[in-house]
């Protein structure tokens, strides 16, 4: 039977904070499915660059890094920031650094309420709120375009400019439609800011209304960013797929972390959806220096995270196993702080450990 199984190779990267501890558990779990499981493989290979690498060496990937992540089916990331280097060196410097060369365009970011978890909206609970927000990962607002020029005098000037090109606009919004069409409710709502920003917004309206000629089984709306927001809170039972620009879905996808009770939960998937690149995935949450090294990190959100990984890697069944056992473990109150419970990052991780055992 070794014959037939099924390997995939993972590389691994906890980075700064938080994001080794929690990477950690999420192999710890990933290993006792495989185990478990026996009709897939999964091969693990670390890389410890993090923001002291870079204080050590001025880079966060070392020469031929990118060569060598690439021969892996997919990456499994922490999360990459330190509080004396400035967020932006630290973003472009490791998780940019990955997105943009392997073209991993479209960000895709599922928020739910777990079983036996509590949402800050009064009246919402499990099933209410059941979203995935596509993220464009590849240009808009955060393209590096722009400049500064008159630096320090009282007449500086500077310059953001957003990129919008109809090729990146054009594949995500199809991505997302894709998406909406294998869910069970097939909607998507296209959110945008066409009303104040007249270029490149009017341009994504128009796009979408054009793909979705191409899925008519797709039930699809507009939504300007800001009414979405209160969309959101007010009627989360309306949205299913949502699709939006880097910078807004940014903020949405923190939004939806909010209400479905923490952000240590929510996972991300940077997908390269030609396959031509290893996919990264990585909890949504930042390296959260206030809690680093005292084992009360959430792990879920990896869990979450490892089962995308396991779906995009044609493991659907591991993956639902795996998510199931992660909600019986919610529902029967072994919680860290952050929902409202007491448990450590080790209890809740042995905890989803001994559930697979009784799944399997
Ligand atoms: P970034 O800039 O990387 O997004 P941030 O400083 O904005 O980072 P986080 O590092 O995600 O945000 O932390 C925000 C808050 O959420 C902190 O109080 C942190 O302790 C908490 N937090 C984040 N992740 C987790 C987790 N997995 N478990 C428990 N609490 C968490
Ligand atoms: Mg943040």
């Not at 296209?190 to 008519?216: C, L, Y």
Request: include cysteine.
């Amino acid at each position: 039977p070794m014959a037939t199984q099924r390997v995939h190779s993972i590389a691994t990267l906890g980075a700064d904070g938080i994001g080794p501890e929690v990477v950690d558990a999420g192999v710890q779990v990933l290993r006792k499915l495989a185990n478990l499981d026996g009709t897939f493989k999964l091969e693990f290979k670390d890389y410890d660059w993090s923001s002291e690498t870079y204080k050590k060496t001025g880079k966060y990937i070392p020469d031929g890094g990118l060569e060598e992540l690439k021969k892996h089916d997919a990456i499994l990331f922490g999360a990459v920031g330190a509080p004396d280097v400035p967020d932006h060196i630290s973003l472009w410097g490791l998780r940019l650094a990955i997105c943009q060369p392997f073209q991993q365009y479209a960000n895709v970011r599922p928020t739910k309420i777990f079983r036996g978890t509590e949402s800050p909206l009064r009246k919402a609970e499990h099933g209410d709120l059941d979203w995935v927000i596509v993220r464009e990962n590849s240009e808009g607002e955060y393209a590096g375009q722009g400049g500064r020029s008159h630096r320090g005098l009282p007449w500086e000037v500077a310059t953001e400019v957003a990129i919008f090109t109809r090729h990146a606009v054009e594949r995500l919004i199809r991505f997302a439609f894709e998406l909406a069409q294998k869910r069970e409710r097939r909607s998507l709502t296209v959110v945008t800011k066409s009303n104040a920003q007249r270029n490149g917004m009017v341009m994504w309206d128009e796009i979408a209304a054009e793909v979705a000629k191409d899925f008519p089984d797709v039930k699809w709306d507009k939504m300007l960013v800001d009414a979405m927001t209160c969309r959101m809170v007010l009627d989360p039972r309306s949205l299913d797929v949502i699709v939006a620009t880097n910078l807004h879905a940014d903020i949405l996808s923190d939004l939806a972390a909010a209400l479905a009770g923490s952000i240590g939960i929510a996972p991300t998937s940077n997908l390269d959806p030609t396959r031509q690149n290893p996919s990264m995935f990585e909890p949504i949450h930042g390296s959260a220096f206030d809690i680093t090294g005292k084992g009360v990190a959430n792990p879920v959100a990896t869990f979450w995270t490892a089962a995308e990984m396991l779906i995009w890697l044609g493991e659907e069944e591991a993956a639902k196993k795996m998510m199931d056992c992660v909600e019986a473990v919610t529902e029967r109150g072994i919680r860290t702080r952050d929902l409202g419970g007491s448990a450590g990052t080790k209890e809740v991780t042995n905890a989803v450990c001994a559930e697979l055992e009784k799944a399997y």
